[in-house]
């Protein structure tokens, strides 16, 4: 089965500070990555996926499949940054239970 | 374009009372889930349905029930709400990229 890894629930890091939001997986095929971001009190929305390799809002992550990562980053923090993360991976094939979220990383930006 | 429609938004019940949360959506998605979010849990998955009349468990489904009405609607019952089923609940949807509800704030007195 697969599994999807945030090993930090909290990162606090200052504004203007790059930011990193770490994301491991476990899966033998070839999956499909996402991070979605949910701001305070909204739904969850879709941030960006591997396979349109795009930045948005300033964010990127690169899929390293020798590492088994999905790693999360960006340059320069913005307050508005600040909101619950998730990492998600959809294996190949997809499936109601192909679908696998990590438990999340709260990133808070200090002014 | 509504996409993933939950109600109530909020709700607050008495121990053992019950209830059913309603979900639909309207993009012709076969999969759909429930999950439910706690601080410090993340998102648990408690039911997901792969397509109509199709539905398995997930992390945490003890206490809850689905049913998968038709392709559109997916709803949740708690039958005998307990405290500890005091949460966010949010329904989703996908066929490769998932859209969410709302969600719903219960809180179980």
């Known amino acids: 089965a697969q599994r999807v890894t945030q090993p930090e629930k909290l990162l606090s890091v200052f504004k203007g500070a790059p930011v990193e939001l770490k994301c491991n997986y476990s899966y033998s095929g070839s999956p499909e990555l996402f991070w979605y971001v949910q701001y305070s009190r909204q739904r969850l929305q879709l941030l960006l996926r591997?396979?349109s390799r795009e930045s948005i809002k300033g964010f990127t992550a690169d899929l390293n499949k020798g590492e088994t990562s999905f790693h999360l980053k960006k340059p320069f923090a913005q307050e508005e940054d600040s909101a619950m993360y998730y990492c998600a991976l959809l294996r190949s094939g997809g499936g109601a239970d192909g679908l696998t979220f990590g438990k999340g990383t709260h990133l808070i930006i200090q002014p | 374009n509504a996409g993933v429609t939950q109600t109530p938004k909020f709700q607050v019940l008495k121990t053992g009372q019950s209830m059913t949360l309603q979900c639909a959506q309207d993009?012709?998605?076969?999969?759909m889930y429930w999950y439910r979010q706690d601080p410090g849990m993340g998102l648990r998955l408690i039911y997901y349905?792969?397509?109509?009349?199709?539905?398995d468990k997930g992390e945490v489904p003890n206490g809850y029930n689905v049913s998968r009405l038709n392709k559109r609607e997916f709803s949740l019952r708690l039958e005998s709400a307990a405290p500890s089923q005091t949460s966010v609940y949010f329904c989703?949807?996908?066929?490769?990229?998932?859209?969410f509800g709302q969600g719903t704030r219960l809180t179980v007195v």
């Open positions: 993009m012709n998605h076969n999969s």
């Open positions: 349905s792969a397509s109509e009349g199709t539905t």
């Open positions: 591997h396979i």
């Open positions: 989703a949807s996908s066929v490769y990229q998932a859209f």
